[in-house]
């Protein structure tokens, strides 16, 4: 059945950076699209960055567009998101998350395969 298993989150002062990463396990998702969500307490998962696993196209949210970079190695079967100049509302769980239909989304319903969630929190 396969998995994605996230590592990489922690504490952080704003305007900090971490780097998530994400790898598959259990069987291959290198042609999946690849994408991060996150969840902050009391709200709805939101989207943050995707990118496509056969053409040169990702997507951002717009409060993370030009501070995150998603980048995906398929020889690996990894995807990593560097999260520069961090602010205390980025803070939630990020997952990982991978959909094998043909159309990079932005929706978590269209995802197939999620991980299990990585805590992250950026203190003021």
């Not at 900090?16 to 009391?42: E, I, N, V």
């Not at 690996?76 to 959909?99: F, H, I, R, W």
């Amino acid at each position: 059945q396969g998995a994605l298993v996230e590592s990489g989150g922690g504490l952080v002062q704003a305007g900090g950076s971490l780097r998530l990463s994400c790898a598959a396990s259990g069987r291959s998702f290198s042609t999946y699209h690849k994408a991060w969500f996150r969840q902050a307490p009391g709200k709805e998962r939101e989207f943050v960055a995707a990118e496509s696993w056969y053409v040169d196209t990702t997507y951002y949210a717009d409060s993370v567009k030009g501070r995150f970079t998603i980048s995906r190695d398929n020889a690996k079967d990894t995807v990593t998101l560097q999260m520069n100049s961090l602010k205390p509302e980025d803070t939630g769980v990020y997952y990982c998350a991978a959909d094998g239909a043909p159309i990079l989304s932005r929706s978590p319903s269209d995802y197939d395969v999620w991980g299990q969630g990585t805590q992250v929190t950026v203190s003021s």
